[in-house]
């Protein structure tokens, strides 16, 4: 698996804060924070949907250590998107720090600043509030043009066109099409017509929101968050608050956990609004509670495929809609809806003669949704790779063969991403290798166990991107010091990923240097270069070619500053690891001697800054297989094995690439099987801990093996695509399509909890009788 | 109240209120390694040992150490150094933000059992959630440590 053509990419390094992290050393915004900052914290909304008429604060400002209340009374009136994104956001800017009309249970209501959290837990029951409780719009499939209306502020503001519409409930609408949709449909032997629904995630990172700030010593507000996007989360504030960037600074120091979550500046807001009034130190810190009633989950989507094919398994048109609920607010909802479509559909570019893929993207009464890994393709794949699944079985084919025939390969134009061209993909070769590794043709049948239980098979495919086109810049900046060593600059946010290692490892390649000469720093507004942050699964792509770039513009610098010093021309040089040599004479410096010449009157900096960005998005892909045992008496599914290989381009670091794909593998899982999203009548979350809110154990899992087909893409660092999000794809499909196969059954609804699959067995047996 | 308890090997005195949780005495006593991840004993993020026993510190209140004697992983460093190495070269310490709990438990475990199965490890930790790893990465590097330790 490991390329020997380099030296240290594609091996597999340690993450250079592995020991920080194993040894518990305080890395994270708590740790490193003042412990006398004042203590942060929202009341917030008992009801789905209200005005607030009146509200009281003199009893609880009363309660001692109490500092501060505000309401909406004291904010600025400027309505602004949290959401992560380039400017002009596609989010629309729909929010206030606080809002008179509160829209979902768990809205902020009042901002409580006190020097301990008893203090404000006390002045939180003390604060009295008058509601007019409005009716609520609850169920997304009647948002759409319902006479409840989620912001019918006249302030709403798209920065966008997305075909959005406040009066209509609507955050962003679209129709594209390919070929002769109706045409194509009417002429096939077989149209499948479904809808699948899939619900509102959690990330469920170990460390929920929090965020520290202050004023720093020339009296700017310094920001320590933990987040993915140091650069949006100061455009964001700036606009919030009313002040200029230039008086915002906000770092990221060590995450626990982002998967998209903090790609969104979910709680900043709120201390650095208490620090300006103050003039203090101010910490927020989501309980878990918080984090599961007012984060920024997954969209929930509903997505209608209708797909038409031909009698031997040529799938040759696909007509998608999806419904995404964006909750409350819009962050990212006119954006993670394109990708239930446009990477999914074109899995299948190999045979589909048209497409069309149609959206809306609705507000309700509920907690906003935001990024979370995956970020609608997710939802788009469970559909799509269903459908695929629902239809070899109508067919008796295999389905590992119809996609064999169907699939998207290397050379192609897709149409349906963005006319993009799949310059590197291995996706057959994870087939087959897949197929291989799992021993498909054994495992598919359905075993009956003779205890009640039965052994079967299910597969899906999966594509993502490796960034957002046209769109997501990554810088890097890389400086020689003085003993040869070397410093690395990014904005983009390491959040457990690794990126500072992989990024580190492609200087030291490039550079020619041990992977140990090669500090990383980031991120910090303050210091480093620009980058759109660590989402989209750009930071290797992007951010990687930007470090790429930077280290031929540095050495190229090293040898201008070596020539001087040997009275030769720059083209008489050569970079040579540790030296430059003059080729003529072999005469040579030390990179010592370099950087400490050029710190000492020279005029040639020893360290470059270099920027990328790209116009196109290379898929990474991916097969997965998983073999399950279902208990037919309690409907309870156990995950055996779960196999899945990897087409991210040439692994950068093959241990953390695996990590990523086991770590999304069961994330996949947990979505799959357990992990459910509920309200009560009055739109009150029910899953509001990990009581209710289960993630896998590391019971619930199985076995994992994950494999890797190493595909070279010429734009990408050393032939590299992406790996971050891809990998949560294919679990629901897989595994839906494996209980089909035990049950008879298809669960098109997201969790699948044994409770489902034992009354479905129920009816089907109940189906039977009558 | 006042409790005293053996901290890391140190006496040590505090100031506690009657509903103080041991996680937040912790912290504040500098031991940063122990981490909020839930308030519902489901995480296991907080684990540190008691009496040499794993309890969660999130749901045990700080006057119940008095009089014990309790560690945290900055009172554990050597012992962590044995397997830690195995869990980075896995890659698997990802955020890192759950791994203090885990190593706290992978201590308890190994004391208690030094030649586990693969199943037992499982059963033991089952209670420290990860959501970066997937699970097999940690599971694979204490694998790894008990065969280096065989050889």
């Known amino acids: 698996m490991e390329n020997r053509e380099y030296k240290t990419v594609g091996k597999s390094f340690r993450k250079k804060d592995a020991m920080q992290l194993l040894t518990g050393k305080p890395v994270y915004v708590d740790d490193i924070t003042p412990r006398n900052a004042l203590v942060v914290m929202l009341l917030r909304s008992p009801h789905a949907n209200a005005i607030v008429q009146e509200i009281r604060t003199d009893a609880a400002k009363k309660v001692p250590g109490v500092v501060d209340i505000y309401t909406w009374q004291d904010v600025p009136q400027t309505r602004f998107a949290i959401?992560?994104?380039?400017?002009?956001?596609p989010s629309p800017y729909d929010r206030l720090i606080l809002d008179r009309h509160v829209r979902f249970v768990g809205d902020a209501v009042a901002i409580i600043a006190a020097e301990t959290e008893k203090a404000a837990r006390k002045a939180m029951k003390l604060i009295k509030v008058k509601y007019e409780v409005l009716e609520a719009v609850l169920d997304f499939r009647a948002a759409k043009d319902n006479p409840v209306l989620v912001h019918p502020e006249a302030d709403w503001f798209p920065p966008c066109e997305v075909g959005g519409d406040n009066r209509r409930n609507l955050v962003a609408s679209e129709v594209s099409a390919h070929g002769d949709v109706d045409g194509v449909m009417a002429d096939c032997d077989i149209v499948i017509d479904r809808t699948y629904h899939t619900k509102a995630f959690h990330q469920a990172?170990?460390?929920?929101?929090?965020?520290?700030?202050?004023?720093?010593r020339y009296g700017r507000l310094h920001v320590v968050s933990s987040t993915q996007i140091v650069f949006h989360t100061r455009r964001i504030l700036s606009r919030a608050l009313g002040i200029p960037k230039s008086r915002i600074r906000v770092e990221k120091p060590r995450i626990g956990g982002g998967f998209g979550a903090k790609q969104t500046a979910v709680c900043d807001v709120y201390p650095a609004f208490v620090t300006m009034k103050t003039g203090r130190p101010a910490k927020i810190s989501y309980t878990r509670e918080e984090a599961q009633i007012s984060g920024s989950p997954r969209h929930e989507m509903e997505v209608r495929v209708r797909l038409g094919a031909s009698r031997e398994g040529k799938i040759r048109v696909m007509d998608l809609y999806t419904l995404s609920n964006t909750g409350a607010y819009g962050e990212h909802g006119p954006t993670t809806v394109g990708l239930s479509g446009h990477k999914s559909i074109p899995l299948y570019t190999g045979s589909l003669e048209a497409h069309r893929f149609s959206y809306d993207v609705v507000y309700t009464n509920l907690q906003a949704a935001g990024a979370y890994r995956g970020y609608g393709a997710t939802q788009g794949i469970f559909a799509v790779e269903s459908a695929v699944n629902e239809l070899a079985e109508m067919l008796g084919m295999d389905p590992t063969v119809i996609r064999d025939r169907n699939m998207v390969k290397e050379g192609m134009v897709m149409p349906a991403y963005?006319?993009?061209?799949?310059?590197?993909?291995a996706l057959d070769r994870c087939m087959e290798h897949c197929r291989q590794m799992f021993r498909w043709e054994e495992r598919y049948p359905v075993r009956d166990m003779g205890n009640g239980k039965v052994r079967c098979a299910g597969v899906a495919m999966a594509m993502q991107g490796s960034c957002i086109s046209n769109i997501d810049v990554g810088s890097a900046t890389v400086k020689l010091s003085e003993d040869g060593t070397y410093n690395l600059l990014i904005g983009a946010a390491d959040m457990g990923t690794g990126c500072d290692t992989i990024l580190a490892q492609m200087v030291a390649e490039c550079m020619d240097c041990r992977l140990a000469d090669v500090a990383v720093f980031g991120a910090d507004t303050d210091a480093?270069?620009?980058d759109s942050g660590s989402y989209a699964s750009s930071t290797t792509y992007i951010t990687g070619k930007a470090v790429e770039k930077a280290c031929t513009q540095l050495k190229d610098q090293i040898c201008a500053i070596a020539a001087q010093m040997m009275g030769c021309e720059k083209e008489e040089v050569v970079f040579e690891s540790t030296r430059v040599r003059r080729m003529d004479t072999d005469q040579a410096v030390s990179l010592a001697d370099i950087a400490y010449k050029a710190q000492v009157g020279n005029t040639q900096p020893a360290e470059a800054t270099a920027t990328h960005s790209s116009p196109i998005s290379p898929p990474p892909y991916m097969v997965g297989m998983v073999e399950i045992?279902?208990?037919?008496?309690?409907?309870?599914?156990?995950?055996?094995?779960?196999?899945?290989?990897?087409?991210?381009?040439?692994p950068i670091n093959p241990a953390l690439a695996r990590i990523q794909a086991e770590g999304g593998i069961v994330q996949g899982i947990g979505h799959t099987l357990m992990e459910n999203v509920t309200y009560d009548r009055?739109?009150?979350?029910?899953?509001?801990s990990f009581m209710q809110y289960k993630i896998p154990t590391r019971l619930d899992m199985g076995h994992l093996r994950v494999e890797f087909e190493h595909s070279n893409e010429p734009t990408g660092p050393f032939g590299a695509k992406s790996i971050g999000e891809i990998v949560i794809n294919t679990p629901a499909p897989a595994i839906a399509h494996a209980i089909y196969r035990a049950t008879g059954v298809w669960h098109r609804e997201l969790p699948i909890t044994p409770e489902?699959?034992?009354?479905?067995l129920v009816e089907k047996q109940h189906e039977i009788q009558a | 109240m006042e409790i005293k308890l053996i901290l890391n090997g140190r006496q040590v005195v505090g100031h506690v209120d009657a509903d103080t949780v041991l996680l937040d005495f912790l912290r504040e006593k500098g031991c940063l390694s122990v981490k909020r991840g839930c308030d519902t004993s489901n995480c296991g993020l907080c684990t540190v040992l008691m009496d040499g026993k794993p309890i969660l510190s999130c749901s045990t209140l700080a006057v119940r150490a008095d009089g014990h004697e309790v560690f945290t992983l900055e009172g554990l460093q050597g012992e962590a150094a044995d397997f830690i190495g195995f869990i980075a070269d896995q890659g698997a310490d990802q955020c890192g933000f759950c791994n203090p709990g885990f190593v706290m438990n992978t201590i308890a475990?190994?004391?208690e059992n030094p030649d586990p199965t693969d199943e037992e490890i499982r059963a033991f930790l089952a209670g420290n959630l990860c959501r970066c790893s997937g699970y097999d990465g940690q599971l694979r590097g204490i694998r790894n440590y008990l065969n280096s330790r065989g050889r």
């Open chain 1, 205 to 216: 990172m170990m460390e929920p929101f929090i965020c520290y700030t202050e004023l720093d």
């Open chain 1, 682 to 688: 009055n739109g009150r979350p029910i899953e509001s």
């Open chain 1, 83 to 89: 959401a992560g994104q380039t400017y002009p956001e």
């Open chain 1, 629 to 650: 045992e279902l208990d037919k008496l309690t409907g309870l599914v156990t995950i055996l094995d779960y196999m899945a290989v990897v087409d991210c381009g040439i």
């Open chain 2, 109 to 111: 475990l190994l004391r």
């Open chain 1, 418 to 425: 963005y006319g993009e061209p799949a310059n590197a993909c």
């Open chain 1, 756 to 760: 489902k699959v034992a009354m479905s």
């Open chain 1, 528 to 530: 480093s270069p620009y």
